[in-house]
C-alpha cells in the first residue's frame, strides 16, 4: 500500500527565493508526522507547497497519484485540509458560518451530525455558535481552524503550528483534542511544530527540517531519546 | 405638507435607484477593494438591451428577465477576460482599467444604439397612486427595487453559495483551503452586479429616458449613497442609496434647485469623505505595521 502522501525531491520558492531544497518525505495512511526546525526552516513552506499555495517543483503523491501543479482548492477537493498559520479564520463571519464553509464542497447530508461531533471536541464552539468569529479568543479561534478543517472530512490534515501565540494551559488542552481526534476520526496529520518536545510526544515519525533540507528522519520515539539530535537541533 | 410628503416618497422611489446601483459598487469593492467606475455605463447598456428586445415583439418581462440573464453573463465575461488580470496590478494600473472601461462601454451603446434620447416603456399603470402621492411607475419600481435588495440580501444570508461568494471576498486564501473556487465566485459577483445594475437601469429609464449617459449622474449619486452608508458595509449602501434620495429631492425641491442636485451628491461625497471617511455603517481597516 503507498503512503499517503510522498514527497519526492520537492523544492519551492517565493519568487527568487528559494525556501526547499529538495525535500523526500512521507505521511503514512493513519499516522501523526512531525515536521520539526527552527523558524525559517521552511516548514509552513512545505504545508503551503503541499497545498499548492507556493510554486513548487518535484513530485507530490496524494495516494499514489500527483498533486503538484494543480489549484489550492483541487488538492483541497481531493482530501487536504490545511489549519494554516495565523488560522485563517473568516473573521467577519460567524462561527456557525465558519463551520458551514469548511462543509463547503460536501454534498453528503450528515453535515448536521459532524457538527455536533465537532461540539463533542469543542464545546466552546456550541457555546459562540452566533458570535461573530473575530471577536473569539486565540484558542478558540485554534479550536475553530481545526473544526472547520475537520468537516472537509479529509484524508490529509495539515496542522500549521496549533501552539502558536497561544498559552500553556491552552496548548494542553488543544493537544488533548489533538489526541481524541487522531484516535476516533479516520485522517492522517501532518503536523508542524516549534515546540519540538510536545510534537515528538504526539507523532510516530517525525522529519527535523534545518534550512530547507532535511536533516533528520524516523521514529518520533527514537529521535525524542537521542539526546545528541536534541542537544543540537531540538535545543530541549 | 402634501408637497414635502410628496417629495419624500418620490425621493425613497428614486433612492431605491441608487441603492440598487450602490449595493453594485459594494459588492464588486468587497472583492477587488475597487470601484467599478463603468457600473453606470453596464446599466445602461442592459437597459439598451432590454429597449431592444422589447422593440422586437417580446413582452415587456419576458425582455426584462432575459435582459438580466444577458446582463449576468456579460458581468461574468468582463471579469473573466478584464479584470481577471488586473489581480495582482497596481491600484492605478486598476483603475486605468475601470475608467477605460467606462468610456468603452459609452461608445458602445452610442455606435450601437445611437445617440439620440429614446423613451423607454414602464409595465406599470400610469395614474397616480395612494392619493396622489406616488406616479404608477415610482410605486411598481419601488416595489421592484425593493424586492430585488431582499432576495439579494436572502441569496447572500442563506444559500451556501452565497456564503461562499462573502468568503471568497473576506478572505480569499482561506476561501481555497475550503475549496471554494475563488475565481469563479468573484465573476460570478459580477454577473450579479451587473443584473443589479439592468433592474436599477430599466426601473429609471421611463423617468430620465433612454441615452448613453443616462447613468453617469445616477453612479453618482449611488457612489454618494455607498461612501454615506460605508463602501464596505452592503446594508449601509442601500441605506445610503435611499437617504440621497430623499436629501436629492428635498434640497433640489426646497433649497438649491434642480440646476444644482447633482452638486449635492457631490456636496455629501466631499463630506462624508472629510467627517467621517469610513461612512456611517462602515469598518475602518485596520493593517498591522
Keep these: 500500500m503507498p503512503a499517503l502522501l510522498e514527497a519526492k525531491d520537492l523544492h519551492a520558492a517565493y519568487g527568487e527565493t528559494k525556501v526547499l531544497h529538495g525535500l523526500d518525505f512521507t505521511v503514512e495512511e493513519g499516522g501523526v508526522t512531525a515536521l520539526l526546525g527552527a523558524n525559517g526552516a521552511g516548514k509552513t513552506t512545505t504545508l503551503r507547497a503541499i497545498c499548492g499555495m507556493v510554486r513548487t517543483s518535484g513530485q507530490i503523491l496524494l495516494g499514489g497519484e500527483p498533486i503538484q501543479g494543480s489549484a489550492t482548492e483541487d488538492i483541497v477537493r481531493r482530501g487536504v485540509a490545511h489549519v494554516p498559520d495565523g488560522r485563517g479564520t473568516f473573521m467577519e463571519l460567524t462561527v456557525e458560518e465558519n463551520m458551514r464553509l469548511g462543509s463547503y464542497t460536501r454534498r453528503d447530508t450528515n453535515v448536521a451530525a459532524d457538527f455536533d461531533r465537532m461540539f463533542g471536541y469543542f464545546p466552546r464552539l456550541k457555546e459562540r455558535f452566533r458570535q461573530q468569529a473575530g471577536t473569539l479568543s486565540g484558542g478558540e479561534q485554534q479550536m ?13 490534515l495539515l496542522l500549521d503550528e496549533p501552539s502558536f501565540g497561544l498559552a500553556p494551559l491552552i496548548v494542553q488542552d488543544i493537544f488533548a483534542i489533538l489526541r481524541r481526534i487522531r484516535d476516533s476520526e479516520r485522517v492522517s496529520v501532518l503536523l508542524v511544530e516549534q515546540n519540538a518536545s510536545l510534537a515528538l510526544a504526539f507523532a510516530e515519525d517525525a522529519y527535523l527540517l534545518e534550512t530547507g533540507r532535511i536533516v533528520v528522519a524516523g521514529k518520533a520515539a527514537d529521535i525524542s531519546r537521542d539526546e545528541s539530535i536534541r542537544r543540537s537541533y531540538l535545543g530541549y | 405638507m402634501e408637497g ?3 417629495q419624500v416618497i418620490s425621493g425613497i422611489a428614486t433612492g431605491g435607484i441608487y441603492a440598487s446601483v450602490a449595493l453594485a459598487l459594494v459588492m464588486i469593492y468587497q472583492a477587488t477593494h475597487h470601484i467599478n467606475f463603468a457600473q453606470g455605463e453596464m446599466a445602461t447598456f442592459s ?14 418581462w419576458v425582455a426584462f428577465f432575459a435582459t438580466l440573464v444577458i446582463s449576468f453573463v456579460l458581468g461574468v465575461v468582463i471579469e473573466r477576460v478584464l479584470i481577471r488580470p488586473m489581480t495582482n496590478a497596481p491600484v492605478l ?9 467606462l468610456l468603452i462601454i459609452n461608445s458602445l451603446s452610442g455606435w450601437f ?9 414602464t409595465p406599470f399603470p400610469s395614474q397616480p397612486m395612494m392619493g396622489g402621492y406616488i406616479s404608477g411607475h415610482e410605486l411598481g419600481s419601488t416595489g421592484v427595487t425593493l424586492a430585488v435588495l431582499i432576495a439579494v440580501y436572502l ?5 451556501s453559495l452565497g456564503l461562499a461568494m462573502r468568503a471568497a471576498a473576506l478572505n480569499p486564501v482561506s476561501a481555497r483551503l475550503v475549496g471554494i473556487r475563488v475565481g469563479w465566485m468573484l465573476a460570478l459577483g459580477w454577473g450579479l452586479a451587473a443584473a443589479i445594475g439592468a433592474v436599477a437601469g430599466c426601473m429609471v429609464a421611463p423617468i430620465v429616458f433612454l441615452d448613453p449617459n443616462m447613468m453617469s449622474g445616477i453612479l ?6 455607498a461612501l454615506l452608508g460605508g463602501i464596505d458595509s452592503p446594508l449601509g449602501a442601500v441605506l445610503g442609496g435611499f437617504a440621497v434620495g430623499v436629501i436629492e429631492n428635498l434640497g433640489g425641491a426646497y ?5 444644482l442636485k447633482l452638486t449635492l451628491a457631490l456636496v455629501i461625497i466631499v463630506a462624508v469623505l472629510t467627517v467621517k471617511p469610513t461612512g456611517l455603517m462602515g469598518r475602518a481597516v485596520q493593517s498591522r505595521v
Excluded at chain 1, 475553530?144 to 490529509?156: F, K, N, S, T
Excluded at chain 2, 483603475?95 to 472601461?101: A, H
Excluded at chain 2, 433649497?255 to 440646476?259: A, F, R, S
Aim: net charge positive; aromatic share 18%.
Design chain 1, 144 to 156: 475553530l481552524a481545526i473544526a472547520r478543517a475537520l468537516l472537509l472530512r479529509p484524508r490529509l
Design chain 2, 155 to 159: 441569496f447572500f444570508r442563506h444559500t
Design chain 2, 255 to 259: 433649497i438649491v434647485g434642480t440646476e
Design chain 2, 93 to 101: 494600473s486598476a483603475v486605468g482599467v475601470f475608467v477605460g472601461l
Design chain 2, 113 to 121: 444604439f445611437d445617440y439620440t434620447i429614446k423613451q423607454f416603456p
Design chain 2, 47 to 60: 437597459t439598451y438591451i432590454a429597449l431592444t428586445l422589447i422593440n422586437f415583439g417580446l413582452p415587456y
Design chain 2, 220 to 225: 453618482l449619486y449611488a457612489f454618494a449613497g
Design chain 2, 4 to 6: 414635502l410628503i410628496h
